[in-house]
C-alpha cells in the first residue's frame, strides 16, 4: 500500500476523489463506455425511484421503454404457459458398479504442451478421458474428483520425454486401444507410448529418481565446478516458499552430475522426503549463472525410476 500511496504522491493523484466523493448524474460516469441498450435516463429514472423506495414492476407486464427492445428486432419473448416448480428437485448421480481397473500411462510432454502447469496438464487429461467416453472412478464426498494421480510436478516450460500419470477406470480396456484412444483426444506435445495395467497395486508408487539432459547454449560447461560440487558434503541453496526462503542441501537431492560435452551434462536427482529444488536452479547455482543466462539453458527430463 505505501508503493501506491507515493505513486500517488508522485503523480498528484488524489484517490479519495475517485473513491469517496459523490457524483454527479452529469458527469461521465466510470461505465459510460459500455453499451448494454439501457438508457442513461431511464438509469436516472431508476436511480431515483430506488432513493425512493419504489418499486418497478415486471417488464413482461408493460414495457418501460429501457432501451434494450427497439420492438423491430429484439422483443419481449413470453411463455404464458410457463410455470415454475415449487418443489426442490433432487438429482442422484448413480455410480457405475463393477471391477475397478488401474492403469499406469507413460506420456511424453514437449513443445507446446511443455507450457502447461500442473494443473492444467492434469485438466487436459480428464477432458481428453470424458471425450473418450470411458467411466472414470470419482473420490467420494462433496466435491467428487476423477481418480487420476501424477507422479511428479513437472516445472513449467520442461519438457520430457518419461512422465506418469495412474487413471482408475470401471471397465477393463486392452492397453493397446485405450493408448490408440486417449492419443486421439490428446493436445499436440502430449502422447501417451506405454499403457499398463497395475490394477493390484492400491497406491500409486513413489518417484525415486528422475534423469536430465542440460545444455548450455553459448557457454563452456566448467568442469571444476562440477567436481567441487560433488566433492562437497554441503551445497545449501536458497528455496523460496509461501512461508519465505528455506535452506535446502542441494549435495543431498543431486545424486549424479556428468559432463558429457562443453555445453552438455547429464543430471540425476534423487526424489526425498521434505522440499525439492527444481533442476535449472541447481545448475544456476552450481555453475553461478545469472538470470539471463538462464534464458539460453534447455533442460530435458529423459526418463525417471519409481519404487
Given at each position: ?7 500517488f504522491k508522485r503523480k498528484g493523484v488524489n484517490p479519495n476523489l475517485y473513491l469517496y466523493r459523490s457524483r454527479s448524474m452529469d458527469e461521465v460516469l466510470p461505465w459510460d463506455h459500455i453499451c448494454s441498450g ?270
Open positions: 500500500m505505501d508503493i501506491w500511496k507515493e505513486a439501457v438508457g442513461k435516463d431511464y438509469l436516472k429514472l431508476e436511480w431515483s425511484n430506488a432513493q425512493d423506495g419504489k418499486s418497478t414492476p415486471d417488464c413482461r407486464e408493460i414495457c418501460h421503454e429501457c432501451g434494450v427492445c427497439d420492438h423491430k428486432y429484439i422483443d419481449h419473448i413470453i411463455y404464458s404457459d410457463f410455470s415454475p416448480s415449487t418443489a426442490i428437485e433432487r438429482k442422484s448421480f448413480d455410480r457405475p458398479e463393477g471391477e475397478i481397473k488401474k492403469y499406469r500411462l507413460t506420456f511424453s510432454k514437449m513443445h507446446p504442451s511443455a507450457y502447461l502447469s500442473h494443473l492444467e496438464l492434469a485438466q487436459t487429461f480428464i477432458r481428453a478421458l470424458r471425450r473418450t467416453g470411458l467411466k472414470m472412478v470419482f473420490s467420494k464426498g462433496y466435491h467428487p474428483m476423477p481418480k487420476v494421480s501424477f507422479s511428479s510436478a513437472l516445472p513449467v516450460g520442461t519438457e520430457s520425454l518419461h512422465e506418469t500419470v495412474d487413471i482408475e477406470l470401471y471397465e477393463s480396456i486392452p492397453v493397446l486401444t485405450f493408448g490408440e484412444v486417449i492419443n486421439r483426444q490428446l493436445p499436440d506435445g502430449l502422447k501417451v507410448k506405454l499403457i499398463e495395467d497395475i490394477s493390484p497395486a492400491i497406491k500409486s508408487a513413489a518417484l525415486i529418481e528422475s534423469y536430465f539432459l542440460v545444455t548450455v547454449n553459448n557457454q563452456k560447461i566448467d568442469e571444476k565446478r562440477i567436481k567441487d560440487f560433488l566433492d562437497s558434503d554441503s551445497f545449501p541453496i536458497l528455496k523460496k516458499t509461501k512461508k519465505g526462503e528455506r535452506e535446502v542441501n542441494a549435495r543431498s537431492i543431486v545424486n549424479k552430475i556428468t559432463y558429457i560435452s562443453p555445453d552438455t551434462i547429464s543430471l540425476t536427482v534423487r526424489h526425498i522426503n521434505g522440499p525439492e529444488i527444481r533442476p535449472a536452479q541447481i545448475i544456476q547455482e552450481i555453475f553461478r549463472l545469472e538470470d539471463r543466462d538462464m534464458e539460453e539453458i534447455k533442460i530435458l527430463k529423459t526418463g525417471q525410476i519409481m519404487g
